[in-house]
């Protein structure tokens, strides 16, 4: 499973980076906004830490609106991946994209039929969020495994991106149903690698590495 940093805060990718473990970067217009940075300026550094995706997302809400937007944001660097709304112009504008060889993240997918019309659509990738569907009282994982089901069906080529991940058991389940990218927040990544027994361990090897008195 691909892990995606779903922030626009450049201190941040560049250590996820440094691990070798970040395979792309998510980004909306909340985390612009939270990064208080330009938005072209801002996603052209991050396209120049990572060589994996970098979803960019247009806020026009017409069709030739998100192209002239979609446009603009594609010439930024190759690796941009245009993040259009699940809507009937999002979706029209994610053909047309497709169509042209341009990566295409759909966002704000809240249900298997959704990702169904996304993956029609060419989608390179669907992001169906998890924990917004959580919060309201619905199953954000039982939606995960419905697209696979869904997808594998078809051998549809579009990847489910998981996104509104709040916590390691998403991830963990994420894998378990076999979603191709998660995208999560870096304290829910860097989480990952933590283990109260691992930490005790380490305590424990070091104390009686001290007391043989030798060195590596
Ligand atoms: O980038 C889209 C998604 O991951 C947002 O997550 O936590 O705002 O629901 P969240």
Redesign the pocket.
């Known amino acids: 499973m691909k892990f995606f940093a779903?922030t626009a805060e450049i201190a941040d990718i560049k250590e996820l980076a440094a691990t070798g473990l970040l395979d792309g970067v998510?980004?909306?217009p909340?985390?612009i906004m939270k990064s208080g940075r330009d938005f072209m300026e801002v996603t052209k550094e991050i396209c120049g830490i990572t060589d994996g995706p970098v979803?960019a997302e247009v806020v026009a809400l017409d069709h030739a609106g998100m192209m002239r937007e979609a446009e603009i944001l594609r010439k930024i660097a190759d690796n941009v991946c245009i993040?259009v709304p699940l809507t009937i112009d999002g979706l029209k504008t994610c053909k047309a994209l497709t169509g042209e060889g341009t990566m295409v993240n759909v966002?704000?997918c809240f249900s298997a039929n959704q990702a169904l019309l996304a993956a029609k659509a060419g989608a390179t990738f669907i992001?169906p969020?998890v924990?917004?569907h959580d919060?309201n009282g619905f199953d954000g994982m039982e939606l995960i495994g419905d697209i696979r089901l869904i997808y594998d069906n078809y051998d549809f080529r579009t990847e489910i991106l998981v996104?509104?991940?709040?916590h390691g058991l998403h991830v963990l389940q994420s894998a378990r149903i076999g979603a191709d990218v998660m995208?999560?927040?870096p304290a829910v990544i860097k989480a990952l690698f933590k283990h109260v027994l691992t930490d005790k361990g380490i305590e424990g090897f070091l104390a009686d590495w001290a007391k043989t008195g030798q060195a590596i």
């Open positions: 779903d998510t980004t909306n909340s985390l979803s993040k966002t704000l992001s969020f924990g917004r919060d996104a509104s991940v709040r995208t999560a927040p």
